[in-house]
């Protein structure tokens, strides 16, 4: 299968830099050429630079002053229009390098999150299994929502369980008195723990 042809190439102002800079989908810039008393300047591709936070930078000039950008920033100001509140700029790829319109779009940290996790550059998804053994197949991994941070990962077959991810006993094999927690003996309580059916029985028998 032929792999599908790139749209073609669109150039747009930039936001307070009309006349003098735009910006392309493929994630270019260029300077655009205007006249000064010493001549014709500008109409050239810009050079970009990695910054220190490993995005690529790009240096515009006004007034013999230059003012150093962070090149998706513009590319999205551009194409997508201001930043809405509460949102960031998402690479689709994690390729903090690949400035295409096509890998930019507007999301929440935890989406911006969860693409890590679907690119499988996120340290959790190198663990092939659970802290029980159980692996991380397709049809065994639940990804649970968590409000600005990383989904969290979860096991089925311990959810099944009863054994709640991050609750105090979930490592333990037994309850305080002993007793084994297997498949028979395990009750799971409203709020996700485990809970001994034995020690539950003595509980509520009549003394």
């Known amino acids: 299968m032929k792999d599908a042809t790139p749209a073609p190439e669109r150039w747009l102002p930039i936001r307070d830099w009309e006349g003098r800079y735009e910006a392309s989908s493929y994630g270019r810039f260029r300077s ?3 006249r000064t008393r010493t001549g014709v300047r500008g109409g050239g591709i810009l050079k970009l630079f990695p910054g220190a936070q490993g995005y690529y930078m790009v240096k515009l000039w006004r007034d ?3 003012t150093t950008k962070m090149a998706h920033r513009l590319i999205a100001q ?3 229009g201001p930043r809405p509140d509460g949102l960031e700029i998402r690479h689709l790829n994690d ?5 295409r319109l096509v890998n930019l779009v507007y999301g929440t940290r935890s989406e911006n ?3 890590s996790v679907r690119n499988g550059i996120h ?3 190198r663990k092939t299994h659970c802290s029980k053994g159980h692996e991380y197949t397709p049809e065994n991994t639940y990804w649970k929502p968590r409000k600005g941070r990383t989904p969290q990962r979860v096991c089925i ?3 099944r369980n009863g054994i709640k991810p991050g609750a105090h006993n979930r490592n333990k094999t037994a309850c305080k008195r002993g007793h084994e ?3 028979v003996n395990t009750y799971t309580t409203a709020d996700g723990r485990r809970d001994c059916r034995v020690c539950r029985r003595e509980r509520v028998t009549p003394g």
Do not use: A, S, V
């Not at 390729?95 to 400035?99: S, T, Y």
């Open 64 to 66: 013999g002053k230059p």
């Open 123 to 125: 340290p959790m998804t």
């Open 181 to 183: 927690y297997n498949e």
């Open 95 to 99: 390729n903090k390098l690949d400035n």
């Open 157 to 159: 077959k311990c959810t």
């Open 32 to 34: 655009i050429p205007r």
């Open 113 to 115: 999150k969860l693409d």
């Open 78 to 80: 551009t194409f997508l």
